[in-house]
């Protein structure tokens, strides 16, 4: 079965600073690889996905997330943090043909001003 | 992109009550729906897989008869928390895909937080 790591419950990065969240995943085929963003009880929503095509996936917000095969990872990132950047995020993963999609434990980014 | 609505988006009920959760494509059809449910700091735990017309698969540990789950159209499927206690109190969220979707796209509702008092 897929499974999804991310290994940091906490990521702080100074407003303007670049930002990463860490994701690896595992799977038996290959990967669909998703981002999502929630903010305090709200629901999710979606950041950006890797199908197939380009490893460098760009998506919403300025948020884009690299897929690297060899070191099945999913790292997401921006070039410059915001603030309003601070909230939970999650990557997920969905094996093909597979029916439900399997979440991180999730990362809290606090960006500071 | 698809909408799905979640209804209600906060409910508190007393020990013993049953809470039916509702969950809704708004603009598409939604052959699967998905319930999840959220701790405190804690990622999403599958719950159950709805398919319309038929019977939720449910995750293992999941007790079948506490979480209803009833996907009677394309549009819409209920989850019910029976005989609920306080240690059913949680964040319930639901997501939809639809058969045109890009594979494994989900669209999520906004979350039900439930207390049981």
């Known amino acids: 079965a897929q499974s999804v790591a991310q290994p940091e419950d906490q990521v702080n990065v100074a407003e303007g600073n670049p930002l990463t969240v860490k994701c690896t995943y595992s799977v038996s085929g290959n990967p669909y690889l998703f981002w999502y963003v929630q903010y305090p009880n709200r629901g999710l929503q979606f950041l950006l996905k890797?199908?197939?095509?380009?490893?460098l996936v760009k998506g919403s917000y300025g948020f884009e997330a690299e897929f690297n095969k060899s070191q099945t990872s999913f790292h997401l990132k921006k070039p410059s943090a915001l603030v309003s950047d601070s909230a939970l995020y999650f990557c997920?993963?969905?094996?093909?043909?597979?029916?439900?999609?399997?979440f991180g434990a999730g990362t809290r980014l606090t960006v500071k001003p | 992109g698809a909408v799905v609505s979640q209804h209600p988006s906060r409910v508190i009920c007393k020990s013993g009550t049953s809470v039916k959760i509702e969950c809704r494509s708004l603009?598409?059809?939604?052959?699967?729906m998905f319930w999840y449910r959220q701790f405190p700091k804690k990622s999403l735990m599958l719950m159950a897989t709805s398919n319309e017309g038929s019977k939720a698969t449910y995750e293992q540990g999941v007790e079948k008869d506490k979480f209803l789950i009833n996907h009677a159209s394309l549009t819409l499927s209920t989850l019910t928390v029976t005989s609920a206690h306080p240690e059913d109190s949680s964040f319930y969220i639901c997501?939809?895909?639809?058969?045109?979707?890009?594979?494994?796209?989900?669209?999520f509702g906004e979350g039900s937080r439930l207390t049981v008092l």
């Open positions: 997501s939809a895909r639809s058969g045109t979707s890009v594979p494994g796209e989900l669209f």
């Open positions: 997920a993963v969905r094996e093909y043909d597979n029916n439900d999609m399997r």
């Open positions: 603009d598409f059809q939604a052959t699967t």
């Open positions: 890797y199908i197939t095509g380009d490893n």
